[in-house]
């Protein structure tokens, strides 16, 4: 009992059991189908996809803090924007038309009362005098042709306005009880109505002015101009309003190229005005600033009010606005607030040989009063008989 272990032995014995134990057949691997290993293209993608907007982010907070706070300037385009101009506003231009042009020959004082609603500053017969009425105007309808918004405070609309005229006989032969009365006749009448949008609402502040077609105007910042004073500059101002106007309202395109900057097209053609031109009103000279500071030669805008007649000699006033320059110390149009429509013929800028100041135009224009008293009267604005 207290003998040795024989290692051998314990071997030998261990061999003798593995002998008689049956042997275990493995399982085949037929039974067991090898997996295909899972794509991770799509988690790639993914996970590119989201590390570049994740990069992005950082650079685009990156930059805005090197920056600093920025100050976004909103910029609004005005043009010819209907879709923009109120109902109300386009009412407004409508009564006032209607109201503007129906009137009694016998009783203008009520035309001037109902017009009182519509205006601010400025006279209200419209230049229609009661003296020299000879006719009897009634209104049949009046739309809204077109509009311009020029800045958010300012609005032109056209108003075509259809009327039956009905003039009075001739007083000579009315007193000799042999007078006929005048057959009514109906006119037509394309209007632009400056509309100034206050707090209280819309009022209009500049007289109406009439055009054979659909204008669209430009305006510059009102409240930027500077009131000239200066005796000789308005005095030129109002020799070149008066000749330019009266050759536009003639719709003499020739004798207009002569008043154009060098560097503006003139009208290759324009239609006669159903209006003729009759007399210088008053005008107001403005200097425009050069907030660019691009402008070689000094920039002014003349304010003009004119009257005007129809063919049946009905006086009415008409506001101009021109944006002129001066070279040379001599002034020049560079825009009359209307387009400037394109020609089939082929039409070269005016040289600077082809200009010629108001001062020498020819002798239809030299009939021009001269202001020079009424300025030193009133520094502000220049009254023409």
């Given at each position: 009992?207290?003998?040795?272990?024989?290692?051998n032995?314990?071997?030998?014995?261990?061999?003798a059991?593995?002998?008689?134990?049956?042997?275990?057949k493995?399982?085949?691997?037929?039974?067991?189908k090898?997996?295909?290993?899972?794509?991770?293209?799509g988690?790639?993608?993914?996970?590119?996809?989201?590390?570049?907007?994740?990069?992005l982010i950082?650079?685009k907070?990156?930059?805005?803090w090197?920056?600093?706070?920025?100050?976004?300037n909103?910029?609004?385009?005005?043009g010819s924007n209907?879709?923009?101009?109120?109902?109300?506003?386009?009412?407004?231009?409508?009564d006032?038309?209607?109201?503007?042009?129906?009137?009694?020959?016998?009783?203008?004082?009520?035309?001037?009362?109902?017009i009182?609603?519509?205006i601010?500053?400025?006279?209200?017969?419209?230049g229609?005098?009661?003296?020299e009425?000879?006719?009897?105007?009634?209104?049949?309808?009046?739309?809204?042709?077109?509009s311009?918004?020029?800045?958010?405070?300012h609005?032109?609309i056209?108003?075509?306005?259809?009327?039956?005229?009905?003039?009075?006989p001739?007083?000579?032969?009315?007193a000799?009880g042999?007078?006929?009365?005048?057959?009514?006749?109906?006119k037509?009448?394309?209007m632009?109505?400056p509309?100034?949008?206050?707090?209280?609402g819309p009022v209009?502040?500049?007289?109406?002015r009439?055009?054979?077609e659909q204008e669209?105007?430009?305006?510059?910042?009102?409240s930027?101009?500077?009131?000239i004073g200066?005796?000789?500059?308005?005095e030129?101002?109002?020799?070149?309003?008066?000749?330019?106007?009266?050759?536009?309202?003639?719709?003499?395109?020739s004798?207009?190229?002569y008043?154009?900057?060098?560097n503006?097209?003139s009208?290759?053609?324009l239609?006669?005005?159903?209006?003729?031109?009759?007399?210088m009103?008053?005008v107001?000279?403005?200097k425009?600033p050069?907030?660019?500071?691009?402008n070689?030669s000094?920039?002014?805008?003349?304010k003009?009010?004119v009257?005007?007649?129809?063919?049946?000699?009905e006086?009415?006033?008409?506001?101009?606005?021109?944006?002129v320059?001066?070279k040379?110390g001599?002034?020049?149009?560079?825009?009359?607030?209307?387009?400037q429509?394109?020609?089939?013929?082929?039409?070269?800028?005016?040289s600077?040989n082809?200009?010629?100041?108001a001062?020498?135009?020819p002798?239809?224009?030299a009939?021009v009063?001269?202001?020079?008293?009424?300025v030193?009267?009133?520094?502000?604005?220049?009254?023409?008989p």
């Amino acid at each position: 009992m207290f003998k040795k272990k024989d290692k051998n032995t314990d071997v030998e014995l261990e061999e003798a059991v593995s002998i008689d134990k049956p042997e275990v057949k493995k399982k085949s691997d037929k039974s067991i189908k090898p997996k295909s290993p899972k794509s991770m293209a799509g988690k790639k993608v993914l996970r590119t996809v989201i590390w570049i907007a994740a990069g992005l982010i950082f650079l685009k907070g990156t930059i805005a803090w090197t920056q600093g706070t920025r100050v976004i300037n909103e910029t609004n385009v005005y043009g010819s924007n209907e879709s923009i101009v109120s109902d109300s506003v386009k009412g407004f231009a409508t009564d006032f038309a209607t109201e503007y042009f129906n009137w009694d020959a016998n009783f203008t004082a009520d035309r001037n009362k109902r017009i009182e609603k519509f205006i601010k500053g400025i006279e209200s017969d419209m230049g229609l005098k009661s003296l020299e009425v000879k006719s009897s105007s009634k209104v049949s309808s009046a739309e809204v042709y077109g509009s311009n918004v020029l800045d958010e405070k300012h609005i032109d609309i056209t108003v075509v306005v259809w009327r039956t005229v009905s003039q009075l006989p001739n007083q000579i032969e009315e007193a000799k009880g042999t007078a006929e009365t005048p057959k009514p006749v109906l006119k037509k009448a394309y209007m632009v109505v400056p509309i100034t949008l206050a707090k209280e609402g819309p009022v209009i502040e500049s007289y109406p002015r009439f055009v054979s077609e659909q204008e669209k105007g430009i305006t510059v910042d009102q409240s930027q101009l500077v009131l000239i004073g200066e005796s000789s500059l308005i005095e030129k101002g109002t020799e070149l309003a008066d000749s330019y106007l009266r050759s536009w309202y003639e719709g003499n395109v020739s004798q207009l190229k002569y008043f154009y900057a060098d560097n503006v097209k003139s009208p290759t053609s324009l239609r006669k005005s159903e209006f003729n031109y009759d007399s210088m009103k008053k005008v107001a000279v403005f200097k425009v600033p050069d907030n660019g500071g691009t402008n070689t030669s000094e920039v002014y805008q003349i304010k003009a009010d004119v009257i005007v007649k129809s063919d049946l000699e009905e006086p009415f006033s008409n506001s101009w606005s021109l944006s002129v320059i001066e070279k040379d110390g001599k002034l020049f149009v560079l825009s009359n607030g209307m387009p400037q429509y394109e020609s089939s013929s082929n039409t070269n800028p005016i040289s600077t040989n082809d200009q010629v100041p108001a001062s020498s135009m020819p002798d239809n224009d030299a009939n021009v009063p001269s202001i020079t008293d009424a300025v030193n009267n009133d520094p502000i604005e220049s009254e023409i008989p």
